[in-house]
């Protein structure tokens, strides 16, 4: 059993190509221990993920968190980021990624759905309002709120979720 998840996503307004991040911690009865965010102006959709899921893994590490499971829902990414052969990428933010994950036994990154990526969705499209740097939030918003208990109605997450 995990004690924590992360959940992250990138996003881009192909309009401007604009991009951002978006994240967030939760322990394993559902309850939010920290949301983020950041505005990264113009970049790939799969730029976007990497720096979301590297300011995740920082933050986790930062408060020493163990037994963690990584949700991320570009398939694409889990495959890059858990392929052992890639330890050498050119990709500076796939080493840093893979070289955070190679000291954490006890994190898992997974696929998951989109569906079940609404919070650091959101999250992450709630940054081109912001246009901050890095922004943590200490508590979800009521939208936030909202979508939490759509997970909790669906079976989706513990109905025991604190807030």
């Known amino acids: 059993m995990y004690g924590f998840y992360l959940n992250t996503d990138g996003v881009v307004q192909t309009n401007i190509g604009l991009s951002a991040t978006g994240g967030v911690i939760r322990d394993n009865m559902g309850k939010w221990i920290l949301g983020y965010n950041r505005f990264l102006e113009k970049c790939s959709v799969f730029t976007a993920e990497l720096y979301g899921l590297l300011d995740g893994l920082t933050l986790l590490q930062k408060q020493g968190y163990d037994r963690v499971l990584i949700q991320l829902d570009n ?8 392929d052992r052969k890639l330890d050498r990428s050119n990709i500076s933010l796939v080493r840093r990624i893979q070289q955070i994950l190679k000291h ?37 918003s009521s939208e936030i709120q909202e979508i939490i208990k759509n997970y909790i109605s669906r079976g989706m997450l513990t109905s025991n979720v604190h807030m």
């Open 75 to 82: 398939l694409e990414m889990v495959k890059t980021i858990c």
């Open 104 to 140: 954490e036994d006890k994190w898992l990154v997974r696929y998951t759905l989109g569906e079940n990526n609404q919070v650091a969705d959101l999250l992450a499209k709630l940054a081109f309002v912001i246009k901050e740097e890095l922004c943590l939030f200490d508590y979800p």
